[in-house]
Nanobody
Framework: QVQLVESGGGLVKSGGSLRLSCTASGTVFSVYAMAWYRQAPGNAREQVAFITSSGSVHYADSVKGRFAISRNNAENMVYLQMNSLKPEDTAVYYC??????????????????WGKGALVTVTS
């Protein structure tokens, strides 16, 4: 069983930065691919970024060049550095543990392990 806890959300003005953290416990963290998802009010949950167990990364087009995902296997942590934030980035951000595969393209497969989320609000 994997437990995930997000932290670092908050209120920031457009153009500002935040760093989200996700702490994992109850498992061998390094074997999992990890991802960040977000869900804005009235919208479906969408994938923001993921990082494989070997460190390869993938970003949604909407955040490419502004967000950076990283992990520290020694501390069971995954991070999401968010720069140049926009009001449309406002959402609850969730951490997920899953698997990844490469078959011509890198794909992430979410498992049932989710945190409770961290609210990010970006004001104009």
């Amino acid at each position: 069983q994997v437990q995930l806890v997000e932290s670092g959300g908050g209120l920031v003005k457009s153009g500002g930065s935040l760093r989200l953290s996700c702490t994992a416990s109850g498992t061998v963290f390094s074997v999992y691919a990890m991802a960040w998802y977000r869900q804005a009010p009235g919208n479906a949950r969408e994938q923001v970024a993921f990082i494989t167990s070997s460190g390869s990364v993938h970003y949604a087009d909407s955040v490419k060049g502004r967000f950076a995902i990283s992990r520290n296997n020694a501390e069971n942590m995954v991070y999401l550095q968010m720069n140049s934030l926009k009001p449309e980035d406002t959402a609850v951000y969730y951490c997920n543990a899953g698997a990844s595969d490469y078959d011509g393209s890198l794909t992430y497969y979410p498992m049932e392990y989710w945190g409770k989320g961290a609210l990010v609000t970006v004001t104009s």
